[in-house]
């Protein structure tokens, strides 16, 4: 009698199983990190028009002063 443990094909389908497992879950974790990666630079995007837009205002209130 072989148990299920001692059978080599077994053993094995558990081990390709394991595997393919933990490389569809670290595929995840990647794409994931990559869709946070991707809304921080958004985010950094959207920082950046802001800081542009209030020194675009301010160099415009300066000339309209000035002028």
Known sequence: MILA???PVLVMTNTENNSE???E???RKLHRMAKVHD?????QG???LSATQKET???TKYIMAVG
């Open 5 to 7: 443990g001692n059978d």
């Open 25 to 27: 879950a670290e595929e």
């Open 57 to 59: 205002r301010a160099q």
């Open 39 to 43: 809304v921080l630079e958004m985010w």
């Open 46 to 48: 959207c920082q950046n």
């Open 21 to 23: 497992m933990k490389k």
